[in-house]
């Protein structure tokens, strides 16, 4: 049984299309790891300038609606997209921008209509980029538990607060964030959302550095968020998304998109990295993928999987049925959920999707795992 992706003759013309744009469009460089601040600068800015052409193509948002600057495509050809970019190492957007991925998913929900055509064209066109600002000190997964308060007055709201982990380097346009407008009210009955133009007086941005190699910015030398302080800042009041204090509905929407909308089907680079690896190392005179003792741990890269694939089997995946040498021992028990990275290629170890490789004959085969259902995103 065969469970890779094949394309129709439509989403084959359309790679066609894309994969010529791209190698005309992706200048050098954009995925390079950078060493300075300079170096992350200029690669941020490349890939802005990335996202404003695929903005104008519709690419940068293929699902978002056509009248507010999206592609309007549909499935197949998100497929295909998703595919060609990852190719090369990108994301759609090629930067990031968590606000305009969550945000413009609740605002095209929960957004009127003047609130959908002023803030989603260039969230689309790639004219902006925004953070969603959750957590707080005192708040992370407890999103309810926010303290930072927008309190009316006339036709503002005044926030005051601070949210802290936010972004990456480079600073945003725009930020998406909940906020108490009820401070006396009732626990999921006092928070609102609101779409904030960053450079309003008042707010204050913070580096803060991390203890990890490199962060959700992708252009950053070094693991890199934000703490964001908010002292009088003055909102205009038809920035509020959603009705006031009705925030906990509108957050339903963005958390459903956050945690449970942004799958995809394509090639997993880390599966396929990991194949070419074994193919070309040896071990005793022979490739690593023909090895007995090698199985185990390639099983276990996908921490509590057996037996996955997001591309093309492997053409020496049969498990020899004897020891290749006097000096191979018997493959020895890995937990479900080690991961060996030194064996593993320089590459992101966070997987993306994957379908079940059937077992076969004379492979060596490991408790049946059943695959995790994933829902694909309606706003990618």
Not at 106 to 126: A, H, M, N
Not at 188 to 216: C, K, R, Y
């Amino acid at each position: 049984m065969e469970f890779e992706l094949k394309y129709n003759k439509a989403q084959e013309e359309f790679r066609d299309e894309v994969r010529t744009w791209l190698a005309a469009n992706v200048p050098d460089g954009i995925t390079a790891r950078p060493r300075t601040f300079e170096e992350s600068y200029a690669v941020y800015l490349k890939r802005r300038e990335l996202g404003r052409k695929l903005g104008a193509k519709g690419w940068l948002y293929p699902s978002g609606e056509k009248q507010y600057g999206g592609g309007g495509l549909d499935l197949d050809r998100i497929i295909v997209l998703e595919a060609e970019t990852a190719r090369l190492g990108l994301g759609l957007p090629p930067y990031y921008d968590s606000g305009g991925k969550m945000g413009s998913a609740s605002i095209r929900v929960w957004g009127t209509d003047e609130q959908k055509q002023r803030f989603l064209p260039p969230i689309y066109r790639g004219e902006v980029r925004s953070w969603q600002l959750l957590t707080e000190p005192s708040a992370g997964s407890d999103l309810a538990g926010v303290k930072s308060t927008a309190i009316r007055d006339g036709d503002v709201y005044v926030v005051n607060g601070q949210k802290i982990y936010i972004g990456s380097h480079h600073a945003a346009d725009r930020y998406w964030t909940i906020l108490v407008t009820d401070p006396k009210g009732k626990r999921h009955q006092n928070v609102s959302w609101f779409m904030i133009d960053a450079s309003l007086p008042g707010i204050t941005t913070q580096p803060l550095h991390m203890l990890s190699a490199q962060s959700e910015g992708e252009t950053d030398e070094f693991g890199h968020k934000n703490i964001i302080f908010f002292d009088n800042v003055r909102v205009p009041a038809d920035c509020l998304v959603g009705g006031e204090n009705n925030g906990w509905k509108v957050a339903s929407t963005h958390l459903e998109v956050e945690h449970s909308g942004q799958g995809n089907i394509r090639t997993n680079p880390v599966w396929l990295a990991l194949l070419a690896h074994c193919r070309t190392q040896q071990r005793d005179g022979r490739p690593l993928i023909e090895a007995q003792t090698a199985w185990p741990r390639i099983c276990s890269v996908l921490p509590g999987r057996r037996r996955w694939r997001t591309g093309p089997a492997p053409e020496n995946c049969t498990a020899p049925a004897a020891p290749i040498s006097s000096s191979t021992r018997p493959a020895p028990r890995v937990p479900s959920k080690q991961v060996n990275a030194k064996t593993l290629p320089a590459t992101n170890l966070r997987a993306s999707s994957a379908v079940i490789w059937p077992a076969k004959a004379g492979t060596i085969t490991a408790p049946a795992v059943t695959a995790p259902k994933t829902k694909r995103a309606s706003m990618l």
